[in-house]
């Protein structure tokens, strides 16, 4: 598994467990999960539908001789 | 009254002088602080790329395992503080804490090899040591005035505090390096290691909203 | 389950698409100033649709996790915005406090990536932030005058002694520059200016500027309601329909003076944000002196 | 109308606009034309503008999004007569 998809995971998990908590409780800390859970979830989501990089050298930026 | 301002107010904790008081407003402060510290743990530094002169080549610059460690260290007391700062409801202890700010956002660029980053870092210094004096001596002359320090008394106090408020601003503007003073405080933003960097700005912004806090609530 | 929060999420789902449709009719009028047809309105939403589904590398010279984690918290702050200002309808000091994050954000962006453009614009940012935080001056002579900064207040107060735009119009002119200079090829955009590649959003691209994006469609919903409900005043907020009726003619407005305008070298940028922030103080100390 | 209704018709309006685009793309090859007039566009257009003033706006939203979205230099025209005859409407329905 590539590093993308590895931190994709955490944040899934991040994720659905702030969902599991905004169903679970009432009140001001609801907010604050739904907060964290929304970016959480787009870039967990996101990490498993983008496609596996197909560069020879993946993270080289494109610079003068480097 | 106070309200108005901070929204609803949680509750507080008397701790013997310093009292720590939990509303909306200091409470998203403090977690923010609170993130932005842990993230700034858990963060390598990031490597530059830089032009050179009569080169083709960029070079790489890479951070050194010693200067990173005294770096991390001086970044998470800075959180620290900064994360106190939001959550405290004394006038003195807020001074404190933002001498204390001050003292870790020069410590955090203390130990880049660069000469024009500890240049701008010994100005900045300097503009911070100056602006503790017009930060304290406006405590102590709200101090002697009214006979209180805390936030939450001083509202109730029917008094004309218009001079301190603007001292107190001034000592505010010295110490997180704001516009007037800013240029001591620019080049030290184009030293390596974005997260450390990052943390002095976060904490200078945060102080400074919560400064508009209490210089509207007093 | 909280049932504020299917408000929430409501409010969430109507400001992603209402603030990337005027994104996108921002475009198309600049377009149609300068003469060319220009993409349909949809085409802000297409791109973090598209965007949404393709492939990023972490750079090598990155530093993570922050790289990602400032993607994600422009979401999360703007997200807190919403909330605060919509929703709860609560402190305007908080906003600024999210809008200071917002800077934050971009700093962060620009620099974790290691990337020279990026670093200019991350510091390119944070000169900006010397002369757009001093515009929330705005927040004291609001609250010399409506005495709170609750936005629930200054509604109330709104709905008894009228519309704030004609009470206090060097505030709206000052908040309206912000708002100026959020807008996208603004005059004061030096922080993403075509001279630096996109700034701070250089090495964030694919996934990540998909996030990046959905973010800024909802700061630009967000800044929008907050000018309309501080300074013209409840009667357009009470009503979502009239809200998006007023946000449209705000977002001509804001196209044609970005249209017209060069984008501003970054000094004069600065100092003529910083002459309008003095001009501000200046109505706060005539505010507090003659008893607000 | 609250908030939901609104997002829906909002949705609604956003598929129509790709529908458009869709549409016009694989009807029109070249990139700009004057005084041209697309029929089915112009329709779904003024029929739209009827139906937005009704209880089935939601369809009518869908429908003035048709001529809207469609390809760059395509669908002006059409889209100000349905945006005319929607606004007529609404006065008219309005006056009494």
Redesign the interface.
């Given at each position: 598994m590539d590093e993308e998809r590895k931190c994709g995971l955490y944040l899934l998990i991040i994720g659905l467990l702030c969902t599991f908590g905004i169903v679970m409780f009432k009140g001001m800390i609801c907010y604050?999960l739904y907060v964290i859970a929304v970016p959480c979830l787009l870039y967990g989501i996101g990490s498993y539908l983008i496609p596996k990089t197909r560069r020879k050298n993946a993270g080289r930026?494109p610079?003068?001789?480097? | 009254m106070i309200s108005?301002?901070?929204?609803?107010l949680f509750g507080i904790v008397p701790f013997g002088d310093i009292v720590f008081g939990f509303s909306?407003?200091s409470i998203?402060?403090f977690?923010?602080a609170l993130i932005f510290t842990i993230?700034?743990y858990?963060?390598?530094?990031?490597?530059?790329?830089?032009?050179q002169k009569f080169r083709?080549?960029?070079k790489?610059e890479v951070v050194s395992l010693e200067e990173l460690k005294i770096r991390r260290m001086m970044a998470i007391v800075c959180g620290i503080a900064t994360a106190g700062a939001m959550l405290t409801y004394d006038l003195f202890d807020y001074a404190l804490f933002l001498t204390l700010v001050g003292i870790a956002n020069i410590g955090i660029v203390s130990a880049v090899k660069k000469d024009w980053v500890l240049n701008a870092s010994y100005q900045y210094g300097l503009i911070a040591m100056i602006a503790t004096l017009p930060l304290f001596g406006s405590a102590g002359m709200i101090l002697a005035k009214t006979g209180t320090l805390s936030l939450f008394e001083l509202p109730k106090i029917p008094t004309s505090l218009?001079f301190e408020k603007i001292i107190f601003a001034a000592g505010m503007a010295g110490e997180t390096g704001?516009?007037p003073f800013?240029a001591s405080k620019?080049e030290m933003?184009?030293a390596p290691g974005?997260?450390y960097?990052?943390m002095i700005?976060?904490s200078s912004?945060?102080l400074?909203?919560r400064t508009?806090?209490i210089l509207?609530t007093i | 389950m909280d049932s504020s929060i299917i408000n929430v999420v409501n409010l969430t789902i109507h400001a992603f698409l209402v603030g990337s449709l005027l994104l996108g009719l921002h475009r198309k009028i600049i377009a149609r100033i300068q003469g060319r047809p220009g993409p349909p309105i949809i085409q802000y939403l297409l791109h973090t649709i598209k965007f949404y589904v393709k492939e990023i590398t972490f750079p090598?010279?990155?530093?993570?996790?922050?790289?990602i984690?400032v993607a994600l918290l422009d979401v999360s702050v703007w997200l807190?915005a919403l909330i605060?200002a919509i929703d709860l309808k609560?402190?305007l000091?908080?906003i600024?406090?999210i809008y200071?994050?917002q800077?934050?954000v971009e700093?962060?962006c620009g620099?974790?990536?290691?990337?020279?453009y990026g670093?200019i614009g991350?510091?390119r940012s944070?000169?900006s932030?010397?002369?757009e935080?001093?515009l929330?001056a705005v927040?004291?002579a609001i609250?010399l005058t409506t005495?709170?900064?609750?936005i629930s207040?200054i509604l109330n107060y709104q709905s008894i002694h009228g519309s704030l735009l004609f009470k206090m119009p060097i505030c709206a002119f000052a908040f309206f520059i912000l708002l100026v200079s959020k807008a996208p090829n603004s005059p004061f955009g030096i922080v993403k200016g075509k001279d630096i590649v996109s700034g701070y959003m250089t090495e964030h691209y694919g996934l990540l500027a998909s996030i990046i994006y959905i973010a800024e469609a909802i700061a630009y919903f967000a800044l929008l309601w907050i000018f309309i409900a501080v300074f013209i005043g409840p009667w357009v907020v009470s009503h979502p329909l009239i809200t998006l009726a007023v946000m449209v003619g705000l977002t001509v407005i804001l196209a044609f003076v970005n249209g017209l305008t060069p984008l501003l070298a970054p000094h004069h940028s600065v100092m003529l944000q910083?002459t309008i922030a003095g001009l501000v103080l200046c109505d706060v100390l005539y505010r507090?002196i003659m008893g607000g | 109308m609250d908030l939901f209704n609104l997002n829906l018709a909002i949705v609604l309006f956003i598929i129509g606009n790709f529908v458009g685009l869709e549409y016009s793309y694989r009807r029109y090859t070249t990139p700009y034309t004057e005084k041209k007039i697309d029929k089915i566009a112009l329709i779904l257009s003024v029929v739209g503008g009827l139906l937005i003033n009704t209880p089935l706006y939601v369809v009518g939203c869908f429908l003035i999004g048709f001529p809207l979205g469609m390809r760059p230099g395509y669908g002006r025209i059409e889209f100000v007569v349905g945006g005319i005859i929607a606004l007529l409407t609404y006065l008219l329905l309005n006056s009494y």
């Open positions: 604050l930026l610079f003068r001789g480097f | 108005s301002i901070i929204g609803q909306e407003f998203i402060g977690v923010v993230v700034v858990l963060t390598k530094p990031e490597k530059q790329l830089e032009a083709v080549e960029d790489l218009l704001i516009a800013y620019a933003f184009r974005s997260p960097i990052l700005h976060l912004l945060l400074i909203v508009v806090e509207l | 090598i010279t990155a530093g993570n996790p922050l790289y984690f807190t605060i609560s402190s000091l908080i600024i406090g200071v994050l800077k934050i700093h962060g620099l974790s990536s290691g990337s020279p670093k991350g510091v944070v000169f932030a010397a002369a935080v001093p929330f927040v004291a609250y005495h709170s900064v609750l207040d910083m507090l | -």
